[in-house]
């Protein structure tokens, strides 16, 4: 089944400890990119991928990090994780020729006390 | 810039009621896409329509359908004889034209009653 999983898929954790949100996807896509979700704020951007070893900003990349060493995942790394990152993230991935045709990742809802 | 905007927060109808969610975009692409996704409490999205640039005809699909006019840059989605199921949060998205990012509007919270 084509997919994008995420994990963990909840997470509470505090200031300051470093963490990963994995991503990864069965279906050979070239980009790949993470959103987060705060109310009343939609989803934004954080940052993508268009192939491996290729990243760039999205809107809010500030305390962020990515790394895309494998076409099937990109995982999300939070070096020192504050309270403002308290949000829900979704992964996405495609074919770079169709980003029309985006696949979401379940989500993860992260809480940083 | 590109931006989406759904001025709606929310809205709250009962059921059988028919409710029409607005969609405003700005974009200096000649070529993009929008969307319309579904995220009920459970918090995944839901993808619902896809339309290109190209293509202003409306369209339907059972209860739903969306009304695409450039001349007003809006892309409005109406549910007709709402239920309850109907019930979440949708959000409207304008995919850009180097096809790096969705940009997603604020999202309108829809509550259906019985």
């Known amino acids: 089944e084509a997919q994008v999983t995420q994990n963990p898929r909840y997470l509470i954790t505090v200031t300051g400890k470093k963490l990963t949100v994995t991503c990864s996807q069965n279906m050979n896509h070239e980009y790949m990119s993470w959103y987060r979700q705060d109310p009343g704020l939609g989803l934004r951007q954080i940052y993508y991928s268009m192939n491996v070893e290729v990243t760039d900003k999205g809107d809010v990349p500030e305390g962020y990090k990515v790394s895309r060493k494998e076409k099937r995942n990109f995982p999300l790394i939070l070096e020192s994780p504050s309270p403002n990152q308290t949000s829900l993230y979704f992964c996405?991935?495609?074919?770079?020729?169709?980003?029309?045709?985006?696949?979401f990742g379940p989500g993860t809802r992260l809480t940083v006390t | 810039a590109q931006k989406v905007t759904q001025a709606q927060t929310e809205i709250s109808v009962v059921e059988k009621e028919d409710v029409t969610l607005d969609c405003v975009y700005e974009?200096?692409?000649?070529?993009?896409?929008l969307f319309w996704y579904k995220q009920p409490p459970s918090g995944e999205l839901v993808f619902l329509i896809r339309r290109n640039s190209f293509d202003e005809q409306n369209e339907i699909s059972g209860r739903y359908s969306w009304n695409f006019q450039k001349s007003t840059s809006s892309f409005n989605f109406t549910i007709t004889a709402s239920q309850v199921v109907d019930s979440a949060v949708y959000f409207c998205?304008?995919?850009?034209?180097?096809?790096?990012?969705?940009?997603f509007g604020k999202g309108t919270t829809l509550s259906v009653s019985s």
């Open positions: 996405a991935s495609s074919f770079v020729d169709r980003t029309y045709e985006q696949y």
């Open positions: 974009t200096r692409d000649t070529t993009y896409y």
């Open positions: 998205a304008l995919g850009n034209q180097a096809g790096t990012a969705l940009i």
